[in-house]
């Protein structure tokens, strides 16, 4: 799990990420989104709009964490949604998280 975080630190200082949820709703509706990571402790309404945008978009999904350690990771204030633009990084963390 910490291997993913780190991963979250080298998007964030990539300019790869996009956090919070009107960054998250614009990358989704731009198809620049090409993962998007839920906080565990995210209201449920968060839950079902992300969950729902993902399904409509064909965007890969998956809660990880609370949103004080997502956003610990990224070197900000707790985060309950972020999306990762960048293909290559999404790739790899979707292997650390299949593992």
């Known amino acids: 799990m910490d291997k993913i975080y780190s991963l979250l630190g080298l998007c964030q200082k990539a300019g790869k990420v996009v956090s919070g949820e009107v960054g998250c709703e ?3 509706k731009n198809k620049t989104a090409k993962l ?3 906080a ?3 209201s449920a309404n968060t839950q079902k709009k992300f969950q729902n ?3 409509y978009y064909h965007i890969p999904i998956f809660i990880l ?3 004080e ?4 990771a990224l070197g900000k204030e707790s985060r309950a949604i972020l999306a990762i633009t960048e ?3 999404a ?3 979707l292997q650390k998280i299949v593992q």
């Open 91 to 93: 790739k790899s963390i």
């Open 40 to 42: 565990e402790d995210a």
């Open 53 to 55: 945008s993902a399904a």
């Open 69 to 72: 350690r997502i956003g610990t």
């Open 87 to 89: 293909e290559g990084f």
């Open 36 to 38: 998007l990571l839920l």
């Open 26 to 28: 614009l990358a989704i």
């Open 65 to 67: 964490g609370s949103k």
